[in-house]
């Protein structure tokens, strides 16, 4: 495709309902990476996947959290059980091999948690 | 850990000035420096990137500089337009593959 696509664009969900959020990477990106930004704030990294395998977990923030991307481009990214704190915009970028490591980024999913 | 510093967090200017945005960083190591535009409710926009071994980027009215040693960017903007109205983020790479490390960013809004 033409850029990152990332669905849906707005989630609300009450507490405790689990969400799960789309990212479509742009064709033939073998890196992809999931970030969060709470309002006011910069994008904080959460995952990262290079190709199929997940090679970095480190900023999920609790194990609520759950991302799979199983054949190396469509990704989910799961949260279970939701709560208030977990109201973030959640940004997907990827990039391509090599070259200058340009991420780009999709729209994002608003997620509400009410 | 690395962390990212952005200076001021929110600026106001009439149009046509010349403005700087600042970044600090406080590992060096670093692979490349980005900034980013933001629009409200949008993703982001890359707008420069700047390899560890370059000293500045240029981009039409856009100028950016990375000192490496002193963990700084500066970010030039030229005859500011009320289009650039917008967030700008900085962010470090340590390497081709590896997450970004973002600030806070600064809140530019341009005004007639």
């Known amino acids: 495709g033409a850029g990152v696509s990332q669905s849906p664009r707005y989630k609300v969900a009450k507490r405790g309902q689990d969400v799960a959020l789309r990212c479509d990477p742009i064709?033939?990106?073998?890196?992809l990476f999931w970030y969060q930004q709470a309002l006011g704030q910069g994008p904080e990294f959460l995952t990262y996947?290079?190709?199929?395998?997940?090679?970095?977990k480190s900023g999920l923030p609790s194990d609520r959290f759950f991302a799979e991307r199983p054949e190396g481009s469509v990704s989910t990214l799961k949260i279970q059980r939701t709560q208030q704190e977990d109201s973030a915009v959640y940004l997907c970028?990827?990039?391509?091999?090599?070259?200058?490591?340009?991420?780009?980024f999709g729209p994002g999913t608003r997620l509400t948690v009410l | 850990k690395q962390e990212v510093t952005q200076i001021p967090a929110a600026l106001s200017v009439p149009e046509g000035e010349n403005l700087v945005l600042n970044c600090s960083f406080t590992?060096?190591?670093?692979?490349?420096l980005q900034w980013f535009r933001q629009d409200p409710g949008k993703g982001l926009t890359s707008l420069l990137l700047?390899?560890?071994?370059?000293r500045e980027q240029t981009s039409g009215r856009l100028n950016a500089s990375l000192d490496k040693s002193s963990g700084r960017s500066t970010l030039y903007i030229a005859a500011s337009q009320p289009g650039d109205s917008a967030t700008y983020l900085c962010?470090?790479?340590?390497?081709?593959?590896?997450?970004?490390?973002f600030g806070t960013g600064t809140r530019l809004q341009v005004t007639l």
């Open positions: 970028a990827s990039s391509g091999p090599g070259g200058s490591g340009t991420q780009y």
């Open positions: 064709s033939g990106h073998v890196s």
């Open positions: 962010a470090v790479q340590t390497g081709t593959a590896s997450k970004l490390t």
């Open positions: 996947f290079q190709n199929e395998a997940q090679l970095d």
């Open positions: 700047i390899q560890s071994s370059q």
């Open positions: 590992d060096s190591a670093i692979y490349n």
